[in-house]
C-alpha cells in the first residue's frame, strides 16, 4: 500500500497563477482533509471531507477551493495564489472508525509564491 | 487564546534525558487526545492515544491526561537520538464531529 500520496512535491509559482494539489489514498478510507503548515501557526485546516461528495471549509478556506473526485482522490484548487499562500500543505486520510479519528497524512507539497 | 496552547520550544536535552512534552487546553468537551510525532519533512504520524483521565503507557512513552486541570502530557524515558521529532498534541470532541484540534507541535532534539 502508497497509503497517501500527494502530487507534486514542490512547487514555485509566480502571484496570480493557479494550480492544482493533487491527494490519493488506497486505504478505503471515507474521510480526507487537506491542511497547511506554517511556522508558528501549526497545523491549520483547510478544507475536509467527511465521505464521497462532501466538503466542508475548515478553518483557513479563503483562497481554495476543493473537490472530492472520488473515494480515493481530493484535490486542492488555487485559483490566484497569493504570497500568504507559500506553505507546506498536507493532505491526510481517515477511516473514521475508532474515537481517537487517526489521521494518515502524506508526504506534503512545498509551495512558494512569488 | 487558541483552544489548544503548546509551546514551541525548541527543547534540546542529552541522550538518556526524560523529556516531558505538555499542551494545556480551553474547552473541556474535548473527550479524545492523541500525540503525533513530526520527522523532519515528513507529514505527521499518531504516536499514542487516550481516552479522558489517565495514563497510557508504550514502551518508552507515556501519555497523561489531567481534565480537571485541562493538561495533556508526553513522557519520553531513556530518549534517543531518534526521538529527534516535532510532537504535536491534537484533540477532539465526542460526537460525530472528527475533526482534529491541534497544537502548535515541540521541537525536540536529542543530542548523542
Known amino acids: 500500500n502508497a497509503g497517501v500520496t500527494q502530487t507534486p512535491k514542490f512547487q514555485v509559482l509566480k502571484t496570480g497563477q493557479s494550480m492544482t494539489l493533487q491527494c490519493a489514498q488506497d486505504m478505503n478510507h471515507n474521510s480526507m482533509y487537506w491542511y497547511r503548515q506554517d511556522p508558528g501557526m501549526g497545523l491549520r485546516l483547510i478544507y475536509y471531507?467527511?465521505?464521497?461528495?462532501?466538503?466542508d471549509k475548515g478553518e483557513v478556506p479563503n483562497g481554495y477551493n476543493v473537490s472530492r473526485l472520488n473515494k480515493r482522490e481530493f484535490s486542492l484548487r488555487l485559483e490566484s495564489a497569493a504570497p500568504s499562500q507559500t506553505s507546506v500543505y498536507f493532505c491526510?486520510?481517515?477511516?473514521?472508525?475508532?474515537?481517537?479519528?487517526?489521521?494518515?497524512f502524506g508526504p506534503g507539497t512545498r509551495l512558494t509564491v512569488l | 487564546q487558541k483552544e489548544v496552547e503548546q509551546d514551541p520550544g525548541p527543547l534540546s536535552v542529552p541522550e538518556g534525558a526524560i523529556v516531558s512534552l505538555n499542551c494545556t487546553y480551553s474547552?473541556?468537551?474535548?473527550?479524545?487526545f492523541m500525540w503525533y510525532r513530526q520527522y523532519s519533512r515528513k507529514g505527521p504520524e499518531l504516536l499514542m492515544y487516550t481516552y479522558s483521565s489517565g495514563n497510557k503507557e508504550d514502551g518508552r512513552f507515556t501519555a497523561q491526561v489531567d481534565k480537571s486541570s485541562k493538561y495533556i502530557s508526553l513522557f519520553i524515558r531513556d530518549s534517543q537520538p531518534s526521538d529527534s521529532a516535532t510532537y504535536l498534541c491534537?484533540?477532539?470532541?465526542?460526537?460525530?464531529?472528527?475533526?482534529?484540534?491541534w497544537g502548535l507541535g515541540t521541537s525536540l532534539a536529542v543530542n548523542p
Open positions: 491534537a484533540m477532539r470532541y465526542a460526537g460525530n464531529n472528527r475533526k482534529l484540534i
Open positions: 471531507s467527511a465521505s464521497e461528495g462532501t466538503t
Open positions: 491526510a486520510s481517515s477511516d473514521g472508525q475508532n474515537f481517537y479519528n487517526e489521521q494518515f
Open positions: 474547552n473541556s468537551a474535548f473527550q479524545y
